[in-house]
């Protein structure tokens, strides 16, 4: 093998900013070193993304003193005080990948292609469908509003009938759709749909846009095949999206692997962490115009955009969407409502402020879990078995209401659930962020909570993308080590029992076992939650549920696990699923507050 | 001195206004470089592609897709009425006849064998594009349209709805704090551009609306009044193609908060004179706030000022643009280098602010700069 790499430079071009890391070798692993940050700069007056990148990385050089830039150049490879051996980036600048995809049956074909181009990181704009219910007319008015920067269409199983495939293409080809970016090039369309309408397509759409033609989707309908779409909109998000964004050529040209777009990376990195640690994850980036959540269960990865859930750009939608009073109930103070749509609605047109009253905090935090909340049911809905898919059923099967298309989501079976975004990575207390995943996810059982720092999963992803061989084996250590020790802050582990339980019951009996050999015996009571501060170490858990009582093994069923601590420490969630807060203001606000204090939320004063 | 990047919006007594006037397609550029323009003429026009019509017509004659062609009276290409015979079947021993008829005046624009669709196109869509101001076209750009110039008086606003109006500015409240309200407008004012102060409520928008009022520039609307004017809850800031009688331009934001004083002076100073509004607002990267733009007479450059932000200094008029003492404007006093813990305690920059001869440590964050010229 050749030489061992010694630092590595990753950026992320986000529409705002542009994030550097540096990571180096040092004492046997990889760590993260130094970051920086400057505005992104593909926008006028500046039009060029690079700028925003040299910018970046000039911070990351006056933090760590080492030189990496020779002018307007990185220097590769690292010679020893000079330059860093490798050079990645991610990019969602210029408002990401943007996608529109088509399928012949809304809920088949068109939800895989739905899921190939969401897992490739892009936002899918609308789903097309000959069964969606709208008129060809109406479909055409609709792609050429939207002004995709490609099309996926797919349809129909392999050698079964093309008409409704070819239908489609026939609908594109008379909407003639121009491309987001750059006047001057045809619009990429990916087919990936019934191989026996190939002839067709190439007839139909081959003069009128820049046809590439890919395995089927579903090339029957048990089966799902992403992979080959999801590798060719990566390909051409770089020959064609990317390359026509200000300044992307050059920095494509420094770069040793492929510009990613940046939910892509974040995807690939959860996908490979709950792999490698066979464990189901459920990970999310709440911005300010999107939530993203990536989950995996049953090792198929899932990721769904909420394109208009934040907590600036979009936070007047979260209180559209989710009603007033869903967004007060988290609230333990009376206030007006009219004066509160306003001050929200002054958040969404100065997006950048931040909250200076601890009132203000409250609200922002409230509004938070019902973004979170939302996201969490779009996706759930989402990540589903295949729909449309006979399955057997044996007499032993009879009595049960599963059928296809059932979701994927099991908060029983998830094992990590990590956070970021503002919201949460910034929360002036971790508990706070703790606080907000729980309410908003309600785990069940036993799960471990975590924030992403800084929000360096999107460079990591494309470390431990990269492909070639020489760099290949190093770079996924990288990325690797520098998740586990630099990327996560580990809030700490909720145990949540659930089931019927009369208010104030004990739900559950729990018996802890630390490293210093003490021990602790905790009760879980209906109604309650309770907080132990314990540091980031394994502490034994043996649980006893009571008789209607499920902790993860079944109704009354003993539990013994390995569990960690972390900055907030253990949380026992007493509060049943789903989590019901009183009708009677006083009777809410009191159980609120009790909350808070139980976890040391918010300082104590006026308010709490 | 300690310095701070806080973009705020501008109020700008004289300077070279500029904007693009595109073509959704490409066409053709109507002037030259260096017309007098007002905001009615025509600097370019094109034709979209005309809707499509989709004719499913196998299903219609009953006839498999591959045998389309055959029936058809027309080809690819050629010109068809409403109401025109497009395809018929032989029938029985020349009897029992099926046919298509076209249900618009188009051209056939394909035949699928494959799917048995006929496509007809309907007749191109004129689209033009006006100056939109008073100027002088500062730069052609072949085939898509211009850049137009014009000295002017220039004021962003935060948010609006609705698009492009032009109209006489009004000057109806009398102060930045008067409320504008609906007794306040009157018929005769169709046409115009109303200078408000503090607020408008959505009676008073309402009657606006049936006086065929062009505009309205005022400091506050409340937000959750803008789902009776929109039909739909506001969710992102995206607006402009609202079709709306009466633009409104908000230039502090939602509630009732009187408009910045240099702003209202500025609007005062020309009341009864010509402008050019545009409501449209996008709060994302590539940020479009809504403007008011005044074409002065005097066309010389002296005096413009030049539309480089400074950051805010000691000495700087900052607004507060959150609360608390949200919309109230104050003076730098000085600009702690280190951070500070709020009362959420989000530790944040902060800037020292001087309002009403009392301190305040305000985020940096939560300021915005009043451009004064």
């Given at each position: 093998m050749s030489k061992k790499i010694k630092s590595i430079l990753a950026t992320d071009c986000g529409s705002t900013t542009t994030k550097a890391i540096l990571i180096e070798w040092k004492d046997n692993r990889y760590r993260l070193t130094f970051r920086g940050e400057a505005p992104t700069?593909?926008?006028?007056?500046?039009?060029?993304v690079t700028k925003g990148v040299l910018n970046a990385v000039m911070e990351v050089e006056e933090l760590s003193g080492r030189t990496i830039l020779d002018g307007d150049e990185i220097i590769t490879p690292d010679n020893g005080e000079k330059g860093v051996d490798i050079y990645v980036s991610t990019s969602s600048a210029g408002g990401g990948l943007q996608m529109m995809v088509a399928g012949v049956v809304k809920s088949m074909s068109g939800e895989s292609a739905e899921r190939a181009a969401l897992g490739a990181g892009s936002i899918v704009m609308d789903v097309l469908a000959s069964n969606d219910g709208r008129l060809p007319h109406e479909k055409i008015t609709r792609i050429r509003q939207l002004r995709p920067d490609m099309i996926l269409l797919s349809g129909g199983t392999d050698g079964g009938t093309t008409t409704h495939v070819i239908e489609l293409a026939e609908i594109l080809a008379a909407a003639n759709p121009r491309p987001r970016l750059g006047q001057n090039y045809k619009l990429p369309v990916i087919y990936a749909g019934n191989n026996k309408a190939h002839d067709n397509i190439r007839k139909t759409l081959g003069e009128i846009s820049d046809l590439d033609i890919v395995e089927n989707i579903r090339p029957v309908l048990e089966q799902e095949n992403l992979e080959p779409s999801r590798d060719k909109i990566h390909d051409l998000f770089m020959e064609h999206v990317m390359a026509q964004a200000p300044g992307y050529k050059k920095l494509m040209s420094w770069t040793d692997a492929p510009i990613m777009p940046t939910p892509g990376a974040v995807g690939f990195l959860i996908e490979m962490i709950a792999k490698k640690e066979n464990i189901s994850v459920v990970g999310v980036d709440i911005g300010g115009a999107t939530t993203d959540i990536f989950s995996v269960f049953e090792g198929k990865f899932n990721r769904t955009v909420?394109?208009?859930?934040?907590?600036?750009?979009s936070i007047c939608n979260v209180l559209a969407e989710s009603g007033i009073d869903n967004v007060l109930r988290w609230v333990p103070f009376d206030i007006d409502h009219n004066n509160l749509t306003n001050r929200i609605g002054n958040k969404m047109i100065r997006p950048t402020t931040v909250p200076q009253s601890l009132e203000e905090l409250v609200v922002e935090q409230a509004i938070a879990r019902e973004a979170l909340r939302l996201s969490f049911i779009q996706h759930k809905a989402f990540?589903?078995?295949?729909?449309?898919v006979q399955s057997e059923r044996t007499i032993s099967d009879a009595f049960e209401q599963s059928s296809s298309g059932q979701s994927l989501v099991n908060m029983m079976e998830l094992d990590l659930l990590v956070g970021s975004g503002g919201v949460l990575s910034h929360a002036p207390r971790r508990q706070q962020a703790a606080r907000m995943l729980i309410d908003a996810f309600m785990p069940e059982g036993i799960t471990e909570l975590a924030v992403d720092s800084i929000f360096m999963m999107p460079q990591l992803g494309v470390l431990a993308n990269i492909d070639s061989k020489e760099l290949k084996d190093d770079a996924n250590q990288a990325a690797l080590e520098v998740f586990d020790n630099d990327c996560l802050i580990r809030l700490g582990t909720c145990i949540a029992p659930i089931g019927k339980a009369k208010p104030k019951s004990k739900m559950a009996q729990v018996s802890l076992s630390f490293e210093d050999g003490s021990t602790k015996k905790v009760d879980i009571n209906e109604g309650s939650l309770e907080m132990l501060e314990v540091p980031y170490e394994p502490v034994k858990i043996e649980i006893q549920p009571s008789r209607r009582i499920d902790v993860g093994a079944g109704k009354g069923e003993p539990l013994s696990s390995t569990i960690y601590g972390g900055v907030v420490g253990l949380i026992f969630d007493g509060r049943n699923r789903p989590i019901n807060l009183p009708k009677d203001s006083s009777e809410r606000i009191q159980n609120l507050l009790n909350w808070s204090a139980a976890v040391n939320e918010y300082p104590k004063g006026d308010l709490f | 001195m300690a310095h701070s990047y806080t973009p705020g919006l501008k109020v700008l007594k004289k300077t070279l206004f500029s904007k693009e006037r595109i073509l959704p397609l490409k066409g053709e550029v109507l002037v030259k470089q260096g017309d007098k323009l007002s905001p009615e003429t025509i600097v370019a026009s094109t034709s979209l592609p005309g809707n499509i019509q989709m004719l499913k017509v196998n299903n219609i004659l009953n006839i498999e897709p591959g045998d389309v062609k055959a029936c058809l009276v027309f080809k690819e290409g050629d010109s068809v009425k409403k109401g025109e015979k497009i395809a018929e079947t032989a029938g029985f021993l020349g009897m029992f006849k099926s046919s298509v008829e076209s249900p618009v005046d188009g051209t056939i624009e394909s035949i699928s064998d494959s799917t048995g669709r006929v496509v007809l196109r309907e007749a191109p869509i004129p689209v033009e594009v006006n100056a939109y101001v008073s100027g002088r076209v500062g730069k052609v750009i072949q085939n898509e349209g211009i850049i137009v110039t014009s000295i002017a008086s220039f004021i962003q606003g935060i948010f609006g709805i609705a698009g492009e109006k032009q109209g006489v500015l009004q000057l109806v409240s009398q102060d930045p704090s008067e409320e504008l309200t609906a007794e306040k407008i009157t018929n005769d004012m169709s046409g115009k551009i109303l200078i408000g102060g503090s607020f408008l409520s959505l009676e008073a928008y309402k009657k606006a609306m049936s006086c065929n009022v062009a505009g309205i520039v005022i400091g506050g609307f409340n937000y959750y009044d803008l789902k009776e004017v929109?039909?739909?809850?506001?969710?992102?800031?995206?607006?402009?193609?609202e079709k709306l009688k009466t633009a409104l331009i908000l230039?502090?934001?939602?509630?009732s908060i009187p408009m910045n004083k240099a702003t209202f002076d500025l609007l005062k100073s020309h009341d009864g004179k010509n402008a050019s509004i545009n409501g449209a607002t996008q709060i994302r990267a590539g940020v479009i706030r809504p403007e008011i733009v005044i074409p002065l007479k005097d066309e010389s450059s002296e005096d413009v000022s030049s539309n480089v932000q400074e950051g805010i200094q000691e000495g700087s008029v900052v607004r507060v643009i959150r609360s608390p003492n949200f919309g109230k404007i104050g003076t730098v006093t000085s600009l702690p280098a280190e951070l500070h813990k709020m009362e959420s305690e989000t530790m944040v920059r902060v800037a020292e602010i001087k309002i009403d001869g009392k301190n305040f440590l305000i985020p940096r964050a939560n300021l915005e700069m009043v451009e004064l010229q």
């Open positions: 700069t593909v926008e006028a007056p500046f039009e060029d909420s394109a208009n859930l934040g907590m600036s750009y990540a589903t078995s295949l729909k449309g | 929109l039909g739909y809850n506001l969710g992102v800031a995206i607006t402009g193609t230039t502090e934001g939602y509630g």
